[in-house]
DNA sequence: AACGGGCTTTAAGATTATTTTAAGATATCG
DNA sequence: CGATATCTTAAAATAATCTTAAAGCCCGTT
């Protein structure tokens, strides 16, 4: 899932972003509001965590002009204002929910995974869901109505990636990446053997959909 | 994308016209104010990359002059000034964003994409629009209301190119650079094999314009 | 320290999509 | 009408990907 962090407390900002990298979000950092809406405008994320005071322009105005624009992408209000007026004042511009500053780690986490659900980008708390089947984050399964298949590690990480960004293909870069880090340089066939792992398993599920592969580029989940 | 880099260190220039290229913006790489400013003129760039400090003129001076003729190319300045006057100055004299040196490639890469998006060049993040039809370059496919249909690497370059400028006849050999690389010196008829694939595609899409070639140059899009 | 099981990697041959070549058909221009 | 350029199609060549089996590795257990 891709966040974009609009916070102008650097200290913060890099705290946050490291936390949420360890929850496997790829998190995109700006410091003021104008780059914030910038950002925003590219509509290319799943989720935007709003500080409110900020220079420029501060968190209100950037997501009234996100919403004018039509962006609907899920907004988290982040605030040392603590005061039940602005709360309001956030949620009837437009933002999905309010975290008010200091906050624990947890307690931020578990809103976002709150609003990425009610947005649908979730299923339930910890699941990605796809055609018929639904892979299940914590038990690192996948199922569909006929059943529930364990995967590897790096199926899953591949999968994953996969279910995240669902209309697109998925390079073979990007890929090795999620699942095997940096310096990979593969000249192995490892990630055709695990496509067709995935596959099988696929199958085996019935699942509504396939792995295609896109010559020379990646692969992509495509309905039946 | 047409990309004009002004920019007077050369080692750095050369860093980034090499990565932007590599997201297949076409970069042209001037390395002084003066020649940005004559580059400029030719109105030909989607976007410019301008540096602040430079021989003969500054960038402030250069984006003074083209705004005065005119010119509504976007601009992002480059800069290791980092005061917010300068940042506001930029921006006041109609640059449309500005990153601090150092920055990260991804940085520059995300801004690049919004500006263009905010200047209408790309219609979302990844895609360009020609008639009815529209080529999701995240997914290497081409759609209209009648479906969507894949494409393989050469019949997406190609199409990709004529895509991003519609008004122009591209040459074949631009073409076949796009699509085959440097010293592609084809005396086959390759290019027109797959200018009759890409048709055959238009015409089960039922776009709205076709692809008509120009003798003796190149081919253009033209709608019925 | 040896064993076993599951996961991951390597390797090789089979398969398939893409790209290239080639040749005849069709169009354009002076 | 020739001469030249382009179009279309099918078949051949190429290169990417698929699949399978076996080998290697890691980790917990004995």
Chains 1, 2 share one sequence.
Do not use: Q
């Amino acid at each position: 899932m891709r966040i974009l962090l609009v916070e102008d407390e650097k200290e913060l900002s890099r705290a946050l972003a490291k936390m949420l990298a360890k929850e496997d979000y790829d998190v995109d950092c700006v410091y003021d509001g104008l780059d914030g809406l910038n950002f925003a405008m590219t509509n290319m994320y799943d989720l935007i965590l709003l500080d409110i005071i900020m220079p420029k322009l501060n968190g209100f105005e950037v997501l009234s002009s996100i919403r004018a624009k039509k962006i609907d992408t899920p907004v988290i209000m982040l605030t040392a204002l603590t005061s039940e007026g602005d709360k309001v004042a956030g949620l009837d511009k437009g933002a999905d929910d309010y975290v008010a500053k200091p906050f624990s780690y947890n307690e931020l986490s578990a809103r976002i995974r709150a609003v990425l659900r009610r947005k649908g980008k979730l299923v339930s708390d910890n699941k990605l869901e796809y055609g018929n089947a639904s892979l299940d984050l914590t038990r690192y399964s996948l199922a569909t109505e006929k059943g529930e298949i364990n995967l590897t590690a790096k199926e899953f990480e591949l999968l994953r990636y996969m279910f995240e960004y669902p209309s697109f293909v998925a390079t073979k870069e990007d890929l090795i990446l999620k699942a095997w880090g940096f310096n990979s340089d593969f000249e192995s066939n490892n990630l055709e053997v695990y496509m067709s792992f995935l596959r099988k398993k696929l199958l085996h599920l019935e699942a509504s959909f396939t792995i295609e592969s896109v010559r020379g580029v990646g692969y992509r989940l495509s309905s039946i």
